[in-house]
């Protein structure tokens, strides 16, 4: 019975528990908030301790900054003594005039080469220094000094001594030295005695000191001078180093100012300090969610964006890995090649290859990725692209025009390759629609070079003809006269040679047209230049007669070789030969209508082919268009026969030019012989690589009328 009032204190054991677990809550709470109290405390007092001592150094840098610049205006004023030479009358009123206005100069001295004092004047407001000792006792930092300006022609400052004055007190001071010079000789120095307390005093300002201590120290700490207001506090120091001409000082700035003391709004300034960082806290909670949701909406953005763009270029886009697989293909390449990108993307080989070029593909992809050690070559083809032929879904195989880059991901690393495709098939038929359009316009203009040359044929051809109908005519009579002795016969013989002659002649005129006129496929092959001139040279010939024109050849020896398409540099010929004959046929006297043909080699790799004339010129207003299709100056022309020239040599890779000089300035040409000026149409043709010379080869010489031998 006695043990029944001690059950009802059961149930208030989770309470109990409850508690514990509140108060350690609690507890840690308090703990963590004691915590951060004695953190933002230490905070604040480490902050406004280093903040009085960046204070310390800001004023120490600037104190040491006017300090070295009142030395050097010192100098400046101090060499300001000696200029235009003064007496030394004139030097010692200058001088006692610098005293007055710069206390920190007590002395100026003039002295010889030989360090013995000339002159010397004392600052009004010190006095006499050297009393309790002389001068001369304490000359070696001085000498030093001066020694040292003698030996950099500068300014020189000695190191700090002490000089003693009456009454038991003394003074820390310091000798500037400057070399005289005169007529570029030195004949002496001038010394200048600092006081350094006195230095400090004028070149710090006065706010400065009257919150700090201000003194030059030794090594040791020993000060040499001292000013200020109060004595530092020695918490906040800040020593500088002072460099002048030949010394360099050693300041102390040691601050009034002591420990920073808890001020008494400090709770509040916790409470803030708190509230600040919680508020920043949420803050940059806000602004980080922000920024990533900024960040997403702009990949987004950036997703839809690019995706836009690649479905609207026109050009095909590939990526592969460094395996070969496709891993991306855009709607422009599917559309190129007609396959989708699920029946493209992994697939090896791709469904785009030609089967037929599918092992060298696969060779050269291997080359490209790497699987092969690439050569540099093959690096350059990449970079510059290079072109090879694709097959659509339905077999059609097409040109296609390929650049590729490396793929890198976002940490740099390489991990394939992205490919830009042109279809280039469209631009391949156009270049060979054009092609066989300027073969057509070339055959229609050779043709109507020709139809030109019909009156000259004609005139070339009645001559064989009126003497083979002459020789036939002889011969029947010979033979209706019935006399068959051996006279007779011979004569028979003889006419019946000149009708074959004269036919001869005739065919050949015929055939030389013949050969030119007619049309074959472009073949490129190594000739010598007196072929391609033998081949034209009777046309030429037809027209030189028939306007009373000597054509000359001038060919180096051994003759160069060229490689290139005969019929159409021929024609070349042709028509640059025509053109200068007919400028002569009206301007130039017929006994100095000459045309001539040169050939050099001027370079291993090309041949230069000119054709010369003694016409009037090209007009500069001609020459602007002289190259232009159907531009040409007869009325019976059709402008197209140089710009077919320029075409024919362009495509062979050289070039065609012109150039108009007076007759005397031609190279190779009779300075009696031109009546107006020269022109030289010429142009360039790649050199046989198999018998490339060095140019200026010696030239042959040349005769009118005269082809150069066959080999």
Excluded at 10 to 32: I, N
Excluded at 476 to 491: F, I, P
């Amino acid at each position: 019975m006695s043990a029944l009032p001690a059950a009802p204190a059961a149930p208030d054991l989770p309470h109990h528990r409850s508690r514990r677990r509140r108060a350690l809550l609690w507890g840690a709470l308090v703990s963590l908030l004691l915590v951060a109290q004695s953190l933002l405390v230490w905070l604040t007092v480490d902050y406004e301790s280093n903040r009085a001592q960046e204070q310390v150094e800001t004023v120490s840098a600037s104190v040491a900054a006017d300090i070295r610049q009142a030395m050097s205006r010192d100098l400046q004023n101090l060499q300001a003594l000696l200029w235009n030479d003064p007496p030394l009358d004139q030097w010692r009123i200058d001088a006692a005039e610098m005293l007055r206005t710069h206390r920190e100069i007590v002395r100026i001295e003039q002295r010889n080469l030989d360090q013995r004092i000339l002159a010397a004047v004392e600052s009004p407001f010190q006095g006499a220094m050297f009393t309790r000792i002389r001068r001369e006792d304490m000359d070696i930092d001085t000498e030093v000094a001066c020694t040292a300006a003698r030996r950099q022609a500068s300014p020189a400052l000695s190191r700090s001594y002490f000089v003693p004055l009456p009454g038991g007190l003394g003074l820390e001071v310091i000798d500037a030295c400057l070399p005289i010079h005169r007529a570029g000789h030195l004949v002496g120095f001038m010394a200048a005695t600092f006081a350094l307390q006195n230095v400090l005093t004028e070149a710090v300002a006065a706010d400065v000191l009257r919150g700090h201590e201000l003194s030059f120290v030794e090594g040791d700490g020993t000060r040499l001078a001292r000013v200020g207001l109060t004595r530092g506090a020695g918490i906040y120091v800040s020593e500088r180093l002072i460099d002048l001409p030949g010394i360099t000082l050693q300041m102390r700035l040691d601050s009034a100012a002591g420990s920073p003391r808890l001020i008494p709004n400090l709770a509040v300034a916790l409470v803030l300090g708190l509230s600040l960082a919680l508020g920043a806290v949420v803050l940059l909670l806000v602004h980080d969610v922000r920024k990533r949701a900024q960040a997403e909406r702009a990949l987004a953005e950036s997703l839809a964006f690019r995706k836009a763009m690649e479905d609207s270029l026109v050009t095909g886009l590939r990526a592969r890995d460094l395996q070969g697989h496709i891993t991306y293909v855009n709607p422009a390449f599917c559309q190129m090649v007609g396959f989708s990108a699920d029946e493209v993307i992994g697939k090896v080989p791709p469904p785009y290859w030609p089967p037929e070029l599918a092992d060298e593909y696969g060779r050269r992809q291997a080359i490209r990725l790497g699987a092969v050690r690439p050569t540099e070559e093959v690096r350059q083809t990449a970079r510059e692209g290079f072109e090879t032929t694709f097959m659509r879904k339905n077999g059609e195989r097409f040109a296609v025009l390929i650049f590729e880059a490396p793929l890198v991901d976002g940490t740099g690393e390489h991990t394939g390759w992205m490919s830009a495709v042109l279809d280039v098939s469209d631009q391949r038929r156009i270049e060979e629609i054009s092609r066989q359009q300027q073969e057509r316009l070339q055959a229609t203009a050779r043709l109507a070079t020709v139809g030109e040359m019909a009156s000259l044929l004609s005139h070339e051809l009645n001559q064989p003809l009126a003497a083979i109908a002459s020789y036939a005519a002889g011969s029947l009579n010979l033979m209706q006269s019935g006399a068959h002795d051996r006279e007779t016969v011979a004569l028979l013989q003889q006419a019946a040679e000149r009708i074959a002659e004269q036919a001869e002649r005739a065919g050949r005129v015929i055939k030389s047209v013949h050969n030119f006129v007619r049309r074959r496929d472009q073949t490129h092959e190594a000739v010598r230049c007196d072929a391609l001139i033998e081949a034209v040279l009777p046309l030429v010939r037809l027209q030189a007669r028939k306007s009373g024109t000597r054509v000359e050849l001038d060919m180096q020896a051994p003759v160069p070789r060229v490689v290139c398409d005969r019929t159409m540099v021929e024609q070349v010929l042709l028509n640059l030969t025509r053109n200068g004959i007919q400028a002569m046929e009206s301007h130039t006297p017929p006994a100095q209508r000459e045309l001539l043909i040169r050939v050099r080699q001027t370079h291993a790799r090309w041949v230069t082919i000119s054709v010369i004339d003694h016409g009037p010129g090209v007009p500069p207003e001609v020459a602007q268009q002289l190259f232009t299709p159907f531009f040409t100056t007869r009325s019976e022309g059709m402008g197209l026969g140089l710009s077919l020239c320029r075409t024919v040599i362009e495509q062979h890779g050289g070039a065609l030019d012109f150039v108009t000089l007076p007759s005397e300035d031609a190279a190779g040409s009779d300075a009696s012989k031109g009546t107006g000026a020269t022109t030289e149409f010429r142009f360039t043709l790649p050199a046989d690589s198999a018998e490339r010379r060095p140019p200026h080869a010696p030239a042959e010489p040349h005769g009118a009328d005269v082809a150069p031998s066959t080999p």
